[in-house]
Nanobody, 129 residues
């Protein structure tokens, strides 16, 4: 059974970089046709897809980003650790949210958990000084 688990700091100061890691167990992130995504949900708002990285492709994979976050977002993967990571630069309090990692077969940009085959339980990140 594939399981995903997010990890990272729960509190980040404004202007700093938010870094989260998703560890995948029970399966390989190099599964063909899979996209591994980061999704967030700010308090009182809906799900926002942030970006994704492919399971296949070159050593570093191929990345896709939400246009609204592209300038501040970077997603990478470490196939030796079966992990993929999110970096969000120059955070503000508006980036406070529950952050989820998720994986789906040919799912790119989905904003409903029902579209994904797997997802983590989510981790709360608060941006505050």
């Amino acid at each position: 059974q594939v399981q995903l688990r997010e990890s990272g700091p729960g509190l980040v100061k404004p202007s700093q970089t938010l870094s989260l890691t998703c560890t995948v167990s029970g399966g390989s992130i190099r599964t063909s046709a899979y996209y591994w995504s980061w999704i967030r949900q700010p308090p009182g708002k809906g799900l926002e897809w942030m970006g994704a990285i492919t399971g296949s492709g070159s050593t570093s994979g191929f990345t896709y980003y939400s246009p609204s976050l592209k300038s501040r977002t970077s997603i990478s993967r470490d196939t030796t650790k079966n992990q993929f990571t999110l970096q969000l630069n120059s955070v503000t309090p508006e980036d406070t949210a529950v952050y989820y990692c998720a994986g789906g077969n040919k799912v790119l940009g989905g904003t409903s958990f029902s579209e994904y085959d797997y997802r983590g339980q989510g981790t709360q990140v608060t941006v505050s000084s």
